[in-house]
């Protein structure tokens, strides 16, 4: 049994699949507390692991970007990036490397799991690492790290080794990381400066790569190949939440099965305030086509929609999407990384649309494998969204990708396999027996 701290950022995106950790480690046998917003305490607790609460400093509602952080809303592109780095990453860094003092003050931990985006954990990272617990970082996103195989994360261009592919790489990451990110990744050498730590020696997408393992939740078919991948990378398989055991189905789920293809669209849980940038426009370009659309409002009230709902579209609030995808033939998504996951390891090729965060690097994963097609924006029109859907459902190809990435994901257990290199890394601080 080992004592174990997990520490994440609080929107559901980062907090969600480590809540999927913390139940399995709890499942065999280990004792696991969660520090992040005091909000997510009942779920800690329905986890089986133990609530250690952030300050209100160190929090985030993720709800209320714009509405907490004046000027936000005026910044768009790379100045809305630098902006919420600064902001959401790097000035909750003191509050968060505070708590983590008290905790490992008080308290003994044989490991530390840490989200990729909790930047409290780079001080740890970079001091006398006999004196911490092995950290293990947990990607949230597809992998960031730079590599002179991919342009630099965030531009959602495939990856190249060759000659010309290479400088290019080159060039892009010198670029982003000196001129483009500057303003980042100088606030948090400040801000390093400020707590007394050890100066970053490396680009700040790149901290992650001193910790003991940096868990990349996919499988490597899904992810670029990289050359000079550091040592420390781990891909471990999908981290899906638990199966939904109390699911009532509405009442027209029989029609599911009626012999028309289904399309499933839906904006996620977060990125859904504007439900006109995907799920009001993919309603609208299938109308009259023969195929049975299965919208999703990611928890939105259904009456927020503005568009007259046809005779062969179903709405819902949510729907589990461990009992909706195995009915469906193609998912219409703005590219959230854990849903497009949950896509592709049931074989269910998919049209991405998105631009926000990390999901033009997801959008572009998805056309690269051949699973899907990237639409390469987040507005989509009726006109391109509905080509793109007879596309995926006439060409084979983008079906065969998808399963064949589903026979990848289905060879491995995201959460039994933290569990070992949780033990891996426990294991190499042990003393060895002389």
């Known amino acids: 049994m080992a004592d174990i701290l997990i520490a994440a950022l609080s929107p559901l995106g980062h907090i969600g699949p480590l809540l999927t950790v913390a139940r399995g480690l ?3 046998g280990d004792r696991v507390t969660v520090l992040t917003s005091a909000k997510h305490a009942p779920a800690i607790r329905a986890a089986g692991a133990a609530p250690s609460a952030l300050p209100a400093e160190a929090d985030l509602d993720d709800t209320r970007l714009d509405a907490d952080n004046p000027g936000r809303a005026q910044t768009s592109g790379i100045k809305r990036v630098n902006f919420d780095i600064v902001h959401f990453f790097v000035a909750p860094m003191a509050n968060q490397a505070d708590a983590l003092t008290k905790l490992l003050a008080r308290n003994h931990y044989d490991a530390v799991i840490a989200d990729y985006g909790f930047f409290g954990i780079m001080p740890f990272l970079l001091g006398d690492r006999k004196n911490t617990p092995p950290i293990l970082a947990y990607t949230t996103t597809p992998l960031m790290v730079s590599s002179r195989d991919t342009a630099p994360s965030g531009l959602g261009l495939p990856p190249s080794s060759t000659r010309l592919g290479r400088l290019r790489n080159r060039g892009l990451n010198l670029l982003t990381q000196r001129v483009l990110l500057r303003p980042a990744q100088n606030a948090v050498k400040e801000q390093l400066h400020r707590m007394n730590s050890r100066a970053l020696p490396t680009f700040v ?3 992650a790569a001193l910790a003991d393992r940096l868990i990349v939740p996919t499988v490597h078919e ?26 009532q189905p509405p009442t027209w789920w029989g029609q599911l099965d009626a012999g028309r293809p289904v399309v499933h669209v839906t904006q996620g849980t977060i990125d ?6 995907l799920l009001e426009p ?18 939105r009230d259904i009456d927020l929609l503005k568009v007259a709902v046809p005779s062969n579209t179903l709405v819902a609030e949510y729907i589990p999407h461990d009992v909706l995808l195995p009915k469906v033939d193609v998912m219409v998504t703005n590219g959230g990384y854990g849903a497009v996951q949950r896509a592709l390891s049931t074989g269910v090729p998919l049209v991405v649309a998105g631009n926000t965060e ?3 690097e997801v ?43 589903e026979a990848a994901f289905a060879q491995r257990d995201g959460v039994a396999e933290i569990g070992v290199l949780v033990d891996e890394v426990i294991a190499e601080r042990q003393p060895v027996a002389t």
Request: glycine share 8%; net charge neutral; charged share 30%.
């Open 282 to 299: 993919t309603i609208e370009a299938l109308r009259d086509e023969d195929v049975t659309v299965v919208a999703t409002t990611g928890g």
């Open 205 to 207: 997408f790149d901290a």
């Open 26 to 28: 709890v499942d065999r």
């Open 358 to 360: 990390d999901k033009p």
């Open 272 to 277: 859904n305030a504007d439900l006109g940038r």
């Open 222 to 247: 899904f992810d670029y190949p990289r050359s000079d991948l550091p040592a420390n990378v781990r891909y471990v398989g999908a981290v899906h939440p638990a199966p939904s055991h109390a699911f």
């Open 363 to 405: 959008a572009a994963r998805v056309a690269w494998t051949g699973a899907g097609i990237n639409l390469r924006t987040g507005t989509p029109s009726p006109d391109v969204i509905r080509r793109a859907v007879r596309d995926v459902l006439t060409d084979d190809r983008y079906r065969n990708r998808a399963r064949g990435l």
